[in-house]
């Protein structure tokens, strides 16, 4: 009985809260002088099964490229297992995270290794071995602790030792959803959208010939395009409802609707009947630069380029409305067109970078109205622009209102830069390698939050490249602690004395919950099948019921105290779901590492 959610996720930056944030600091040199501990080769970070800490990949110069454990700070910082005895270097080739630890593989010359660390060296277990190529860690967990993987290009079903093997004659592919337990997975490359109960006869092909899957409307949307045509099912769902469009679409859930970008047509769609129609356009689609879009976290409203045939390619603005659909301003006079480049949601509002002649391009923010649609800064004076690093590394927070992000400008090079979405709250945070050159460098760069902390990697210019942290206080943090895959998701910030909104989605409709914000178990109670309970519930600040509807969906929110001991306060949210197919009857959702404040 696991949950998804059909919220849309923010994209690669972080986000964190609007409290202040410290300069960056180096968390220590692992390899003394300037040499990198941060190589190029084996590069990840990823969330520990304790609340606060990270798995890095660092060299230290002595045991070469191997597993490190850090919260951020020097002495939480270390060394945790030595795969490759000496000097020589482990290859990691890829990660997944799960709430008991991560699950990693490994490139060992003649074969793959499918390895498991529990957060200690003793631990950290060889699950797998094979000689094909293809071998990908696990991509969903079911209750009983099995998991599938990919092997060989084709998907598997192992136990966690990885002597129960099983193939489920599904081609390898990415997980979409899980609903009501089961999951949802594209398999990419042959377009099938399958659905899988983790044995061979209970793995179906649902659709060949998707070109795009997603959760939506408590479902699973699926577009098949073929020429012009475009054709839209949601599956999971009673009814499955179903469309067709003269026209190739970009699809995107928005609430309770599906949005849907053709050449020329602005669509909603509720499932019910046919598509309707917001807005005509001349074009939405640019042939040099395709169609740039950015959304508001928390999935109340979209920012696009399109042009009216009056205007030229403009930022505008839809929220799935015909009233909220918007051109947000003219900022390349008349016909002519402004280019609009890498866009980040930031609580209500989209930053983005447009060009403009006597600024270049750089960042603006929109809050969906053209009084609320601004310059940022002019972060490279004049006509020469600033450029963000725009990559897949940065993860760990969603939903909050600032982001980090490197951007590279001629005084100060590749940078770290805050901003809550205003031109007051755009700042260069430091410049740890002083002038022009650049202290974070695209090839051993990552980023991710432990705890309230930030880390990723720089290079000073006299350490070589090494971890670095800002502390972000009031942060939040995915904890990876639940039964289930994330259950419920927040709306914006958690402010004390306000209603903090809350959303589900794909939940069972003969299910009911509890949404509860309470202080931190003093240890995790574990329930099996990497199962836990991270918040102790007699220490509720408040509560929440959770009914989902007739699809599944269920929209609330936690009422928080206005007491102002509680601000700064290390808090986790969790949700509780009955009944369950789990042994105890009951089932936790994923958790989140939350502090109150603002």
Partial sequence: MNRVSFGVAAGVVLLCSTSPAQAPRRVLDARPGPADSVQSAGLFVAPAPRAGELF?????????????????????????????????????????????????????????ELWHCDGTAAGTRLVFATAA????????????????????????????NGTQLASLGMPEGYLVAVLRGLPWIHDGMARGLWRSDGSAG???QVAPNVDLAMPALGGVLAVQTSGTQSTLQVFGVTPSPQTTLNEPVFAFAMGNAIG?????????????????????????????????????????????????????????????????????????????????????????????WMTQPATGSEPWSS?????????????????????PDDFSGIGGLAGERRMLLPITTSAVGNEL???????????????????????IQPWTFWGWTAGTRFLYAADDGVHGAEPHAVDLEGARAHLLGGCSDPAVYSVGDPVLGAAWPLRAGGLDVAAFGFAL???????????????????????????????PDAGGRWTGSLTLPSTPSLRGAALVTQAIFVPSTHPLGFEMGTAWWVTLGF
């Fill in 56 to 112: 890095l990949v660092l060299d230290d110069g002595v045991h070469g490229a191997e597993l490190w454990l850090s919260d951020g700070s020097a002495t939480g910082t270390r060394l945790l297992i030595d795969l490759s005895p000496g000097p020589a270097s482990t290859s990691f080739w890829s990660w997944s995270a799960a709430a008991d630890g991560l699950w990693f593989v490994v490139d060992a010359q003649a074969q793959r």
């Fill in 367 to 387: 809050d969906g109205t053209p009084a609320g649609t601004q310059l940022l800064g002019d972060l490279e004076p004049g006509p020469g622009s600033s450029t």
């Fill in 202 to 204: 209970g793995t179906v």
């Fill in 517 to 547: 914000l309470a202080l931190p178990a003093s240890s995790p109670l574990a329930l099996g099948s990497g199962c836990f309970i991270q918040l102790d519930p007699a220490s509720a600040v408040t509560i929440a019921g959770i009914f």
């Fill in 417 to 439: 830069w805050i901003s809550d979405g205003t031109s007051a709250g755009t700042r260069l945070l430091g410049d740890l390698r002083p002038g022009p050159a650049s202290s």
């Fill in 133 to 160: 190529q293809s071998l990908s860690p696990p991509s969903h967990f079911f209750a009983d602790g099995s998991f599938l993987f990919g092997h060989g290009g084709q998907t598997w079903r192992s136990d966690r």
């Fill in 260 to 352: 849907l970008l053709g050449t020329t047509t602005l669509w909603r769609w509720d499932g019910a009947g046919p598509p309707q129609a917001l807005r005509s356009f001349a074009s939405l689609l640019d042939p040099t630069t395709g169609t740039t879009i950015g959304f508001r976290p928390d999935g109340r409203g979209l920012l696009f380029r399109a042009d009216d045939g009056i205007h030229g390619f403009e930022p505008w603005w839809t929220d799935l409305s015909a009233n909220g659909t918007r051109l947000l301003g003219d900022f390349s006079a008349g016909v002519a067109s402004s280019t609009l480049g890498a866009t980040y949601g930031i609580g209500s509002r989209v930053v983005f």
